[in-house]
């Protein structure tokens, strides 16, 4: 990401094609342009997101985009950052533990909740007050962000499928769909 204002005149092969860049203010305390990383699954899987989006963009995808930049600068600015109150270590491991075993068939917010130690009811409010969503919600966009990730590796989708943590092939299609707004064929063939 690069700060506010930066002018792109960058030059493409074929005439059509898109150019994402997204440009929001600094937090408090760091410096006009300190450049942030993208590091972790979060933010990861956000910016996969975005070139699904980016990828078929059709009218009513403006809100959808700006919803996703937002997740994505979430997911590099620390709550301190965002004057944020934080989230309880347990909470911090059950989404660590969620995104581990995301791949994991069948995987539900009650085997989470166990692990860390918690009530699957306490889980669910407090992952949606500090990340925005339901864990089972995170547990499937999870899988379809590590889908992502190794589409253009795995050549077979069926196989794609069933490595990711879902039930099969059409399951996996849904499921990325919604999320990525393109069938996984089309997303791969954004990458060829």
């Known amino acids: ?32 342009g300190d450049p942030m990383r993208l590091r972790g699954a979060l933010a990861e899987g956000a910016a996969r997101r975005l070139v699904g989006v980016a990828g078929r963009f059709a009218a009513g995808d403006a809100v959808v985009m ?4 937002l997740d994505l600068a979430a997911s590099v600015l620390s709550p301190g950052e965002l004057d944020e109150d934080p989230a309880p270590d347990w909470l911090l491991r059950a989404h660590d533990v969620l995104h581990d075993l995301a791949d994991q068939p ?37 899988r379809a962000d590590r889908a992502a990730g190794q589409i253009a590796r795995v050549r077979d989708l069926a196989e794609l499928a ?19 707004g393109l069938t996984p064929a089309r997303y791969r063939a954004l990458f060829a």
């Not at 005439?15 to 760091?30: E, H, N, T, Y």
């Not at 700006?66 to 930049?69: D, K, Q, W």
């Open 162 to 180: 069933l490595s990711a943590g879902y039930a099969d092939q059409s399951h996996m299609t849904r499921e990325f769909g919604a999320l990525y």
């Open 106 to 142: 069948g995987l539900e917010v009650a085997t989470i909740a166990e692990l860390v130690g918690v009530h699957p009811v306490s889980l669910a409010r407090r992952y949606r007050r500090h990340f925005g969503c339901s864990p089972a919600a995170a547990i499937r966009r999870a």
């Open 66 to 69: 700006e919803g996703l930049t």
């Open 1 to 32: 990401m690069e700060p506010a204002g930066v002018e792109h005149r960058d030059c493409f092969d074929v005439a059509g094609g898109r150019f994402l860049s997204i440009s929001f203010d600094p937090p408090k305390g760091a410096e006009r």
